[in-house]
Structure formats: C-alpha cells, structure tokens
C-alpha cells in the first residue's frame, strides 16, 4: 500500500509541472518562438514601410544627404498624380498587365487541360514546357533581343514566312507600336508554364468519381468542362492570376533588358520609372511618394482577391 | 436595396466589404483609364479610402 502511495504522488503533480517548464509560462514560450519571425518582420516590413511614408512627405534627395530636409506636405502625391507621364506610364502598365495575364490564363489552363490528360511522353511534354520559367528575366531579355533583331532574329523570320512579309521591315523593340506587344509575348512565354503548373494541380484535384457521376447522367463533355472542371479549377486559376497580377505590376527586370523603356518611354512601367526617379534623378521623397501609391494600389488588389478567393472556396 | 442600406446602417461586414471592394476597384481603374486626368488625379484618393476601409471594415461581425 505504501509502495502504491509514493508510486501515485509524482504522477498527481505531472500536470502542474506541464503548465510552468523551468519558470516560463504557455504563454512566454509562445512569445520566445514568434518573437524573432515579429522582429524580422518589423525590421523588414513595416518600418520600411512607414520610413518610406515619412520620406514622402519630404523633399529628400539619397544623393545630397548634408542638404537640409523640407517638409513638403502632400505636394510629391500631388505632383505625381497631375503629372501626364506617369499617368501614361500607368497605361502602359495596365496594357501590359491586362494582356499577359489574359494570355497567361488562357493557354496555360489550354496547356494544363491538354496535359492533364494522359497520353505517351506526358511527363516529357510538362519538362519543356516548364523550361522557360526556369530561366533568368535578365537571360530570357538577352535572348529574346536577339530573336527579335530584323536581320538575323528568328522571330521576324518566322513570321515573316508565315504571313509574306518582309522579316526587315519591322523591329519588334524598335517600333513604338509592336514594343508593348514584344514584351506582352516574352511575358507570356516565360510565365505561361507557372499558370499552366498552378491549373494542372486544379484539374488533378478534382475527383474522377465526379465524372464517372456526370457520365451516368449523361452529361456531355461540353456541359462537364463548365458545370465540373472550370467551377473546381477557379479557385487554381485565381491563385495564379493573383501571382501574376502582383508579379507583373512590379515588373522590372525582364523590360529593362529587353526594351529598357523604350522606344522613347512607351515601355516604361511603372517599376522602371520608379527606379529612374528614385536612383537617377535621385528624387528620393517625390520616388517614395510614388511607391506608397503603388503600394496602396496592389495592396487594394491583393485584399479583393483574397476575398474572392475565401468565397470560392467556401463554395 | 433597403436592406442592403440596413446592414450598412448595423455595421453588418458584407456589405461594407462590398463597398469598400467597389472603391478599390473603382481606384485602380481610375488609375489606369486613358480617358480623363481628372479621373487619374482623383484615382488615389479612392483606392486608399477604399483599402482602409477594407481593413476597419474587415474586423466588423458577419
């Protein structure tokens, strides 16, 4: 009986002790294990953050820091938002941002459908068409400089075998109407294969058992790709269009190689121009400015999508 | 429509997300648009008003 009694007392006090490990609360062991990932954050994140909104209400130049710092109010946000060039700017970020993610999404849900189902050299098929995303932007612009050259690029060559004209008598990157176009294709090209990747893991979740039920009741092919396959990829599909809007609105490095802004700025995005403003003319408050409404803008953006995105899976 | 203003009026969050949606929408169309400066010009306004929102309103019960 003794022997049981002393057996017992340890196990009784147990769960006190699990409360308090060494004199640290549940809750100071929490904090010990998030507190480095805030810090980082907080360091990282948000004091540039609020550094970069304090910069913007100044005239700060990074080039001239022994000058004295005026505080200037609203007047960079005003300044920016009457300013015509950034306003085109802003266009032909839209024109490209609209353009490769139309594209993006449609051949690469084609791509993903057309992969998904299972036929000879399948896995061969998904590693080259993935390929291009593995690339380097500042690789992929080089290359596709030299594709697109009048003379000597195979991409003039090509259509000009294909539709009879001359393949010197137009410069994709030269031509202030086919510039915005050249670098909606290399977008495309190179980024076709991560919507494609996103898509085909859409189509693979859905259970086959949902066809085999649309099949008995006769469903067609037709009615099943708009009543199973699309309503059950869309949360897929706006997953990747969220990356690529996000991605593609800060585009920078895959222009600048390619195009460099140019023909005169018809391919100047905002990113580049930010940059320009930022370390060329050194406008330090007036570029800071400039990127806390870009911010605002994607940050909008990004908090619909998630919306959107929670209610289609709810669904 | 009239319930639609109700739950605005009780702080309900559907509705003011939706509003809030609308603006940001609204803001970065205006922001893009080649139509009018004007629209341009006013575009930040509308998307901030309509991103805070989005945040304080995102705290309120469903």
């Known amino acids: 009986m003794t022997d049981q009694s002393t057996d017992r007392a340890p ?171 050249a670098i909606v294709i290399v977008d495309t090209w190179m980024w076709t294969p991560f919507v494609m990747l996103i898509c085909l893991a859409g189509l ?38 969220l990356f690529r809007g996000i991605e593609n609105f800060k585009m920078f490095d895959l222009v600048v190689q390619l195009t460099g802004g140019g023909p005169g700025s018809i391919t100047e995005l905002t990113s580049i121009n930010l940059k320009r403003e930022a370390f060329e003319k050194w406008r330090t408050g007036y570029a800071s400015a400039y990127a806390v409404i870009l911010f605002v803008t994607v940050f909008g953006l990004a908090s619909i999508y998630v919306k959107a995105l929670n209610k289609v899976k709810q669904r | 429509m009239r319930a639609l203003v109700q739950d605005l009026a009780r702080l309900r969050r559907g509705p003011w997300e939706m509003l809030a949606t609308v603006l940001i929408a609204l803001g970065v169309v205006m922001l893009m648009q080649p139509v009018s400066l004007w629209l341009y010009t006013h575009s930040f306004v509308v998307t901030l008003v309509g991103t805070v929102m989005f945040i304080i309103v995102s705290h309120f019960p469903e």
Not at chain 1, 207 to 231: G, H, L, M, N, V
Request: aromatic share 14%; hydrophobic share 50%.
């Open chain 1, 11 to 181: 196990t009784a006090s147990r769960p006190l002790r699990g409360h308090v490990v060494r004199g640290l609360s549940d809750r100071a062991v929490a904090w010990i294990f998030i507190g480095p990932t805030i810090l980082l954050l907080l360091a990282i994140n948000i004091f540039p953050l609020i550094w970069t909104i304090r910069l913007s209400l100044t005239n700060y130049r990074a080039n001239r820091t022994a000058e004295a710092v005026e505080w200037v109010g609203l007047r960079n946000y005003q300044r920016i938002l009457t300013d015509p060039d950034i306003w085109h700017t802003m266009q032909a970020t839209a024109h490209f941002l609209i353009w490769t993610i139309v594209l993006q999404v449609l051949i690469g849900f084609t791509l993903a459908y057309l992969i998904n189902k299972k036929f000879r050299g399948n896995d061969l098929w998904t590693t080259l068409i993935v390929l291009p995303m593995m690339l380097s932007p500042a690789v992929v612009g080089n290359f596709w400089t030299f594709l697109y050259q009048p003379q000597i690029g195979l991409f003039n060559y090509v259509v000009g075998y294909l539709s009879g004209v001359d393949p010197s008598s137009f410069s994709m990157i030269g031509d202030v109407a086919l510039a915005p176009w």
């Open chain 1, 204 to 241: 693979r979740s859905i259970p086959e058992s949902i066809y085999e039920a649309a099949e008995c009741d006769r469903a067609s092919k037709w009615r099943q790709f708009w009543t199973i396959t699309i309503p059950m990829a869309l949360p897929f599909l706006m997953l990747a269009v």
